[in-house]
């Protein structure tokens, strides 16, 4: 059974200021960053290589939440990146 957005997406997106993209272990960071094309991606230390915070709008956020490739949108804690 294949998953949708809905399920790849965390609670309280709607009030979050930037977002971490989590993708599958098996995905390359390039893959992932060009799959991101087009969304700002903020800098963070201490994320994973294949975790990337984000600014966007949420409608932008679910064509991403809807690939195989991602395994999970949360909203960003407010402490680690830079404001945009």
Not at 22 to 50: M, Y
Request: a positive charge.
């Amino acid at each position: 059974m294949a998953l949708t957005a809905a399920d790849r997406t965390a609670p309280g997106l709607k009030t979050a200021p930037a977002f971490l993209v989590a993708f599958h272990g098996d995905v390359l960071r390039t893959e992932a960053k060009s799959l991101l094309g087009g969304f700002q991606i903020l800098p963070a230390s201490g994320l994973l290589p294949n975790h990337f915070l984000v600014a966007t709008n949420l409608s932008r956020l679910l064509g991403p939440a809807a690939l195989e490739r991602v395994s999970y949108i949360l909203p960003a804690p407010r402490l680690g990146y830079s404001e945009y």
